[in-house]
Nanobody, 123 residues
């Protein structure tokens, strides 16, 4: 069982930066692939980024490439999402998620989810 708690969301102007954190409970955190997803009002939840258990492999949605960076610190049971050059279309609730096995962009394969943190980017 893994419990996930996101933090770091807020209101930022376009072009600004935020760093989201996701703190995990459980001694098996380091064995899970971690992902970030987001959901804007009236839209489906979409993949943002994922990182392998070791941190050696990362993957990004096209919308996040070159602007967002996912990382993890297994000693702290925490995964991060550094978001730069934010745009109004990045406004959404951001969720972290955990799964066993390889990374996937498909939300339905993730087993554990946090409660989400709101990111609002003003123009």
């Amino acid at each position: 069982q893994v419990q996930l708690v996101e933090s770091g969301g807020g209101l930022v102007q376009a072009g600004g930066s935020l760093r989201l954190s996701c703190a995990a409970s459980g001694r098996t955190f380091s064995s899970y692939t971690m992902g970030w997803f987001r959901q804007a009002p009236g839209k489906e939840r979409e993949f943002v980024a994922a990182i392998s258990w070791s941190g050696g492999r990362t993957s990004y949605a096209d919308s996040a490439k070159d602007r967002f960076t996912i990382s993890r610190d297994n000693a702290k049971n925490t995964v991060y999402l550094q978001m730069n050059s934010l745009k109004p279309e990045d406004t959404a609730v951001y969720y972290c998620a955990a799964k066993a096995g390889v990374a996937t962009m498909l939300a339905r394969f993730y087993d554990y989810w946090g409660q989400g943190t709101q990111v609002t980017v003003s123009s």
